[in-house]
């Protein structure tokens, strides 16, 4: 056959659809490329059928999220968790962190879109049993859940931004601003400019929502015999889990020294946070 005669294209329906390969698909795009290249359209040619055709599936592109989601959550084994429940909480917090680390994507359908995926709320009820658990009410304990939920979300989002800067060539404007200033007007900065990017870069999601938790879940009381006249009565104290001989700092004085984990512990920080304590 000559070699300029061309192809007949094939009659006959398109490759037939199944849901489980429109969310194979829209797996692969929402991991290799982001959330805001899916498209219908796009998932079509990714399957080599019409758009039109995956309405037989899915309702929307919402629903596709919803089902991708599911179908993530249903993937992800389910760990043993401690039974003490500050190292529970901390656990379920790490591993939250940790799953969106590997999909960015869900962060981003999360925030933007308001939707969930109902099989991965197990760690969620988790969380909030540990915070219970230790002696929180239920609505203190969705306190508890929504600032660490929040610590995680800008976290990643902030990551997932960087990472996507480095993937650029050429010196972040942030890095250079830094690099510019001097020991006259910013002392401190400077002492760090040249490492900016790597102080940025470390990892430090574990110390920082250990430390997170410890300074939300209560005071524990504890029991303490006491003299008084000639009878020794019980005297209730209340102190922090493993910081029995420190300051407790305020949430806000925790959340700054989190801030700035490489130059000493929270504990250290809000010692020199509090004027009356500087010695």
Request: with cysteine.
């Given at each position: 056959?000559?070699?300029?005669?061309?192809?007949?294209?094939?009659?006959?329906?398109?490759?037939?659809?199944?849901?489980?390969?429109?969310?194979?698909?829209?797996?692969?795009?929402?991991?290799?490329?982001?959330?805001?290249?899916?498209?219908?359209?796009?998932?079509?040619?990714?399957?080599?059928?019409?758009?039109?055709?995956?309405?037989?599936?899915?309702?929307?592109?919402?629903?596709?999220?919803?089902?991708?989601?599911?179908?993530?959550?249903?993937?992800?084994?389910?760990?043993?968790?401690?039974?003490?429940?500050?190292?529970?909480?901390?656990?379920?917090s790490v591993l939250l962190y940790d799953l969106l680390a590997e999909r960015p994507w869900i962060v981003e359908v999360l925030t933007s879109d308001n939707l969930i995926g109902p099989s991965a709320?197990?760690?969620?009820?988790?969380?909030?049993?540990?915070?219970?658990?230790?002696?929180?009410?239920?609505?203190?304990?969705?306190?508890?859940?929504?600032?660490?939920?929040?610590?995680?979300?800008?976290?990643?989002?902030?990551?997932?931004?960087?990472?996507?800067?480095?993937?650029?060539?050429?010196?972040?404007?942030?890095?250079?601003?830094?690099?510019?200033?001097?020991?006259?007007?910013?002392?401190?900065?400077?002492?760090?400019?040249?490492?900016?990017?790597?102080?940025?870069?470390?990892?430090?999601?574990?110390?920082?929502?250990?430390?997170?938790?410890?300074?939300?879940?209560?005071?524990?009381?504890?029991?303490?015999?006491?003299?008084?006249?000639?009878?020794?009565?019980?005297?209730?104290?209340?102190?922090?889990?493993?910081?029995?001989?420190?300051?407790?700092?305020?949430?806000?004085?925790?959340?700054?020294?989190?801030?700035?984990?490489?130059?000493?512990?929270?504990?250290?920080?809000?010692?020199?946070?509090?004027?009356?304590?500087?010695?």
């Open positions: 056959m000559p070699a300029n005669v061309p192809r007949s294209r094939r009659v006959g329906r398109p490759p037939r659809l199944s849901l489980e390969a429109i969310i194979d698909a829209a797996t692969r795009i929402l991991q290799d490329e982001g959330l805001e290249r899916l498209s219908m359209r796009r998932l079509a040619n990714e399957l080599g059928s019409a758009p039109m055709a995956l309405y037989h599936h899915i309702r929307d592109k919402d629903e596709l999220l919803v089902q991708v989601m599911e179908s993530q959550a249903r993937d992800i084994s389910r760990p043993a968790l401690p039974a003490d429940p500050r190292e529970r909480l901390i656990a379920a709320l197990w760690i969620v009820e988790e969380m909030l049993d540990a915070a219970i658990d230790y002696g929180h009410s239920a609505d203190e304990a969705h306190h508890v859940y929504r600032t660490i939920w929040y610590y995680i979300v800008g976290n990643l989002i902030i990551r997932v931004a960087n990472s996507r800067r480095r993937a650029h060539p050429g010196t972040a404007h942030q890095d250079e601003v830094i690099a510019q200033l001097t020991a006259d007007t910013h002392p401190r900065l400077a002492t760090i400019a040249d490492r900016w990017g790597e102080l940025n870069a470390r990892e430090t999601h574990q110390r920082a929502l250990a430390a997170m938790i410890d300074g939300l879940l209560p005071a524990r009381t504890a029991v303490k015999p006491q003299r008084t006249g000639v009878h020794t009565a019980p005297v209730a104290t209340t102190k922090r889990p493993d910081r029995q001989d420190t300051v407790d700092p305020s949430q806000l004085e925790l959340f700054i020294s989190l801030c700035i984990p490489p130059y000493g512990s929270p504990a250290e920080f809000s010692v020199s946070w509090y004027p009356a304590l500087r010695t």
